[in-house]
């Protein structure tokens, strides 16, 4: 019989230190929060277990693993979510940042990245929800100003009265939404409208998009990392 590791394992270890490489560029200090993060929840943890359990040697062992347990399990959560919040100081100001942003949306949220743009690759996407449809603009503002206001109109449109259309700069000017707050300034929206309405949205919004050019959107390390980032947040 092999003892070999299996390869879902390796490949897991290979993306954990891939990204804690990656995120120790922008969190110097990530290995001693991590370290603290484990002694302290652990510790804690461990000393609860002896409190129900005892002093004997069964009690002993189960606070021990009781506490590397739960020492893991906080360092894997705090690790991801700075792994995530390192991926987006990296990528951010970079052409495309919203847009993959965008694309860890959890499901129920249908993303169309570069609905529009200009030659100064400033992007307009677009984001279909509950709260309706919402135009993500990134890029020079004014610009982006222009581009959403032009979709605005194409959009209202399509939906009518009954669905919002809202638009939202990514940026950090004011009355601007930062990358990192992005998608939780998007699920905090208000819910308006029902999934059978979002359904048929979306159906109405593949004849608009059919008539628009390919859009050029630019490639680069952001959606590959961001995801990464994720994938250690679900871990």
Do not use: C
Not at 126 to 141: A, D, K, S, Y
């Amino acid at each position: 019989m092999s003892n070999a590791t299996p390869e879902p394992a390796k490949g897991r270890l290979r993306q954990m230190r891939q990204a804690y490489k990656i995120t120790k560029r922008t969190d110097r200090n990530l290995g001693l929060i991590l370290l603290l993060w484990f002694l302290v929840v652990g510790g804690v943890f461990a000393v609860v277990a002896l409190l129900v359990f005892g002093l004997g040697w069964m009690g002993i062992a189960t606070a021990s693993v009781f506490g590397v347990l739960t020492g893991l399990l906080a360092l894997l959560i705090v690790f991801g979510r700075r792994a995530e919040r390192s991926a987006y100081m990296q990528v951010e100001g970079q052409p495309g940042a919203a847009a993959g942003a965008l694309q860890m949306l959890k499901r129920g949220w249908d993303v169309k990245p570069a609905i529009a743009f200009t030659k100064n690759q400033d992007v307009v996407h677009r984001v279909v929800g509950r709260p309706g449809i919402i135009l993500v603009g990134e890029g020079n503002t004014a610009r982006v100003r222009g581009l959403l206001s032009g979709e605005r109109k194409k959009h209202v449109r399509i939906g009518g009265d009954e669905i919002p259309v809202h638009e939202i700069v990514v940026g950090n000017g004011e009355g601007e939404i930062k990358l990192t707050k992005l998608n939780k300034h998007i699920q905090k929206m208000k819910k308006t409208i029902k999934p059978a309405d979002q359904t048929a949205l979306r159906n109405k919004l593949k004849a608009l998009d059919a008539m628009r050019p390919a859009a050029p959107m630019p490639r680069g390390p952001m959606p590959t990392s961001m995801k990464g980032a994720r994938k250690m947040m679900k871990g």
